[in-house]
């Protein structure tokens, strides 16, 4: 039986595939703001958990590895996808901010 507290493995690979292919600004935010990795010039997505995502995370002249917390649990594939988007908009209104300031 699966356990309905996690997500499936095919959702896990699902959503590493598609970020990686398709949102490669939304993980290099996620690195910055939430990993605090400042410097980074790319990251990409590793591993998604019911309440992390794992990223590794490329600087100039080091790699290294990032665990995020998700804003809140996720259980499935279209929670998580949910939970990336505001996380993906907060980074963003954030990243402005600072800029503006």
């Known amino acids: 039986m699966a356990d309905k507290c996690k997500l499936a493995r095919w959702e896990i690979d699902e959503i590493i595939q598609h970020m990686n292919e398709d949102h490669a600004d939304s993980l290099l935010l996620y690195a910055r703001h939430y990993g605090e990795c400042f410097g980074a010039i790319s990251a990409s997505l590793t591993d998604v958990a019911r309440d992390s995502c794992t990223l590794f995370v490329e600087f100039q002249n080091r790699r290294e590895t990032a665990v995020i917390k998700l804003k809140r649990p996720v259980t499935n594939i ?8 505001e996380m993906h908009f907060e980074a963003l209104r954030a990243t402005n901010e600072a800029n503006l300031a």
Do not use: L
């Open 78 to 85: 279209k929670q998580a996808e949910v939970v990336m988007i």
